[in-house]
């Protein structure tokens, strides 16, 4: 069965830290390029940092420096530590295979962040 499960969102406050897990299935996780994505109330979702198979990794600006993205490519699980956490980060966040043909169109059920002032 194709999947993919986010978890450990929950409630913190300002500069808090959470680490974020996805377990995705092996058809989508091998080989590709693994990311994670969030999505605010009233915006787009957006693409906040991309890990290879490889273990290079990639961040959008607004993420750097605070965001960690890693993978066990043993466990089939990208994880995404987020440190100093702001209101702006209170998103639902996804991990996917963004740059994947078959499945940068497949989602789960995404994992609430809500980071309070």
């Known amino acids: 069965q194709v999947q993919l499960v986010e978890s450990g969102g929950g409630l913190v406050q300002a500069g808090g830290s959470l680490r974020l897990s996805c377990a995705a299935s092996r058809s989508i996780f091998s080989g590709n390029v693994m990311g994670w994505n969030r999505q605010a109330p009233g915006k787009q979702r957006e693409l906040v940092a991309v890990i290879t198979s490889g273990g290079s990794t990639n961040y959008a600006d607004s993420v750097k420096g605070r965001f960690t993205i890693s993978r066990d490519n043993a466990k089939n699980t990208v994880y995404l530590q987020m440190n100093s956490l702001k209101p702006e980060d209170t998103a639902v966040y996804y991990c996917?295979?963004?740059?994947?043909?078959?499945?940068?169109?497949?989602w789960g059920q995404g994992t609430q962040v809500t980071v309070s002032s």
């Open positions: 996917n295979a963004p740059y994947s043909s078959s499945w940068n169109d497949y």
